[in-house]
């Protein structure tokens, strides 16, 4: 029999230590009276070892003199099994070197669950003397005293009999206080636990050693999980006394209960986890793996286990894991691969592999974890084609498409390389995206970029492009902020207007012959009459040259007039292309009005102007808005053939961001149906109108930013509202202080 696996006495720590460290020799023997154990002091009494000892009957350790006491002795024990009262005998023991030792016996009989034994405390007689028992006394109080766990004896009844300074500290009493107040074990326990602690130290009494958990409470209240183990105290055979040893274990067991609840916590983070959790020995083989796996692969666990993981891979997908795994830098890698489910098809998976290795540095175990990404991967396939498609969209647009990253052009569609008149992509990528573009909109460019950084939202623009050959093309510029290869990009679309400006370059020129034909019969009279004029004063020169004098300075302003009506038509005629300079609005509106005076005479009507105080000085293209006023002023006069006034209003509203101008006739107005058709192409009022003056002059207001409302009350006359901004836009004229705009006059 094996003390430590048969007996499981080594697990009660007073006893163990008491038998180690007993000045008195001591014996566990068993059921058959074989020796099972012996204690140094028994060693030294006989100048054995332990090993040589064990195993060994008692009755050969007795001198041969004494075997029939001691045979008599072993049946009056073993006679009686239900006594367990202690026995005792006198006899002799052979020492190793043949000598006889007189010895007292006295043996107490011991049930355990396994297995029955006897223990003998023997002693040898001199063990009587009291110099030598003071001497056993004084070692087992230092032991007690100085033993690092707290130890307790309580009498029979329960009471604290005497504590070690461990105890004292563990419950906040001393050995004093403990006499003094005759303090009882339920005092130091909790309520919950009287009933277990009486139950067990009853068995205590009756020779059996326990040992059980409980709550203690010190003297301040706080509560202490303890170990405890309690054997009986026995002096000339009887239990006279309880001794005790508890440990303090409320660290390890708040450690035990946080290590049960993240035991709990990973069971059922594992039990519910949607990803395959798998535990693995270094070969591979499958030592745990959660029951997700049954539901994503059609696999019982257990049916698993010992299987090694590689097997459910798909081969190629397995080799090139191996190879990551074995080129890897750290003991955790992830891989896309495919498991084989159950009925033979594969599922891909997104896999991280972790190698734990143990205080050696070898790899104890593999931890996996896998999860479904089936979905995604479709989800990419799909995202795949789309892009395709979307590439393939775009390379066959017939609209010029850019791509340019930090000024520089990274990608090109078939559509814009033809534009630029490149051979191919690679002519146009990777250089700067000024070269292509026509120095006057270098800054404007740079400007409009760094405003979609900012993140503002860009409106369409028209510009000058420069193909690879350097020829200039008019183009619409629409930019948007993109992504292009994980990095912020502008994706630019241009469509080139070079035809459709100059259509539009012949469509104005068209409108302003039209203009000048039908003032011709307007300017003829105009001018018809100075030279009436200036013929007949000739005449009268001739006649007498001395006496009118003031016939000269008639003549020289009736010249000056026709130069001044030939001047604006020769303006107006005259195609320029645009220029924006700061304009003051009240003379070019008066030169307007000149050209239209003679027709607005031979009508009956009136021309009023009407001009607010320090108006700001208007950024435009004089020639263009010329046109848009004679084309009003001309429409307004036609309206009137009756005669009335035609009142032009000039204001500055906005805060002086603005110039309104207003043109108010007394004419036959438009009807309401009608007013929504105003401005489209080819549409008119008036029977020999060609439909494009409105358009055009529309068109001229929009590009300077401005509005044109119209209303009108049919008999009543028409009031159209030309609403300009002070500043024009930067794409089209450098740029002025906006705080403190220049004023007409200045």
């Known amino acids: ?423 191919a992509p690679e002519e146009l990528l990777g250089r700067s995206i000024y070269e292509f573009l026509h120095p006057d909109y270098h800054a404007i460019v740079h400007n409009r970029i760094r405003m979609m950084e900012g993140g503002q939202a860009l409106a369409p623009m028209k510009q000058k492009l420069m193909t690879v050959g350097g020829r200039p093309i008019d183009v619409e510029v629409f930019s948007f902020p993109t992504w292009f290869e994980g990095r912020f990009a502008t994706r630019v679309m241009v469509r080139d207007i070079t035809d459709a400006e100059k259509a539009r370059e012949l469509l104005e020129h068209s409108e302003k012959l039209s203009l000048v034909g039908q003032l011709a019969a307007g300017i003829a009279h105009e001018i018809r009459n100075p030279l009436t004029a200036i013929k007949g004063f000739i005449q009268l020169l001739k006649s007498n040259a001395s006496d009118k004098p003031y016939y000269y300075d008639i003549i020289s302003s009736e010249i000056n007039r026709i130069e001044e009506i030939i001047g604006e038509m020769l303006v107006l005629s005259k195609p320029k292309e645009a220029q924006i300079r700061p304009q003051d609005i009240r003379p070019l509106i008066g030169h307007v009005a000149t050209l239209i005076d003679a027709q607005a005479i031979m009508n009956n009507i009136v021309i009023v102007t009407e001009y607010e105080e320090d108006l700001p000085l208007l950024e435009c293209d004089e020639n263009q808005l010329k046109q848009v006023f004679i084309n009003l002023l001309k429409n307004a006069v036609e309206a009137m053939p009756n005669g009335g006034k035609l009142t032009l209003q000039v204001a500055a509203e906005a805060g002086g961001r603005q110039i309104a101008v207003r043109v108010i006739d007394q004419g036959c107005g438009i009807p309401a149906e009608k007013l929504a058709s105003i401005g489209q192409p080819f549409y008119t009022t008036k029977e020999q109108g060609t439909g494009l003056g409105m358009m055009v002059s529309m068109k001229i207001i929009e590009n300077h930013d401005g509005t044109m409302s119209i209303a009108s009350e049919e008999g009543q006359g028409t009031k159209i509202e030309i609403r300009l901004p002070v500043k024009a836009r930067p794409k089209e004229s450098p740029a002025y202080d906006e705080h403190h705009p220049p004023r007409a006059g200045d």
């Open 1 to 423: 029999m094996n003390f430590d696996e048969d007996l499981d006495l080594t697990s009660h720590a007073l006893f163990y230590r008491t038998f180690q460290y007993s000045p008195n020799a001591i014996a566990l023997v068993s059921a058959d009276g074989r020796c099972l154990a012996a204690n140094p002091a028994l060693c030294r009494l006989l100048n054995e070892t332990e090993p040589n000892l064990k195993e060994r009957a008692i009755a050969q350790l007795c001198h041969p003199d004494d075997g029939g006491v001691w045979a008599e002795f072993w049946q009056e024990l073993t006679h009686d099994v239900q006594d367990e009262n202690p026995h005792e005998r006198s006899l002799r023991f052979l020492h190793r070197e043949g000598d006889a030792i007189p010895v007292w016996v006295s043996v107490t009989r011991c049930s355990y669950e396994k297995n029955e034994a006897l223990t003998c405390y023997i002693a040898h007689i001199s063990a009587c003397d009291p110099g030598r028992w003071q001497l056993y006394e004084e070692r087992y109080r230092s032991l007690f005293d100085y033993h690092p766990d707290p130890m307790f004896v309580l009498s029979l009844d329960g009471y604290y009999m005497d504590v070690n300074p461990a105890f004292e500290k563990l419950a906040g009493y001393t050995l004093e206080e403990i006499a003094r107040m005759r303090l009882h074990y339920r005092t130091m326990i909790d309520a919950s636990e009287h009933g277990k602690v009486r139950d067990c130290l009853a068995l205590v009494v009756q020779g059996a050693p326990q040992r059980f958990d409980i709550v203690g409470i010190d003297r301040w209240g706080q509560y202490q999980n303890l170990d405890v183990t309690v054997i009986p105290f026995v002096e000339n055979g009887r239990i006279t006394a309880l001794q005790g040893i508890s440990k303090n274990v409320t660290e390890q067991k708040k450690l035990w209960e946080h290590l049960c609840e993240s035991q709990r916590q990973y069971e059922l983070i594992s039990s519910h986890s949607q990803d395959i959790i798998a535990l693995c020995a270094p070969n591979g083989s499958i030592q745990y793996i959660s029951p997700a796996v049954y539901t994503q692969l059609g696999y019982d666990p257990q049916e698993l286990i010992g299987v090694p993981g590689q097997t459910l891979v798909h081969p190629e997908d397995c080799k090139r894991a191996f190879d990551s795994v074995a080129t890897a830098r750290s003991d955790e890698t992830r891989h896309m691969l495919r498991k084989r489910h159950k009925q033979g098809y594969y599922i891909w998976y997104e896999s991280s592999i972790k190698f734990i290795r143990d205080q050696h540095g070898d790899v104890c175990n593999i931890v996996a974890v896998a999860r479904d990404i089936s979905e995604r991967m479709q989800a990419q396939e799909q995202l795949f084609h789309s892009e395709e498609k979307y590439r393939s969209l775009v390379e066959e647009l017939p609209v010029a498409v850019f791509i340019h990253q930090a000024d520089r052009w990274v990608y090109a569609n078939d559509t814009a390389v033809r534009l630029l008149e490149a051979s």
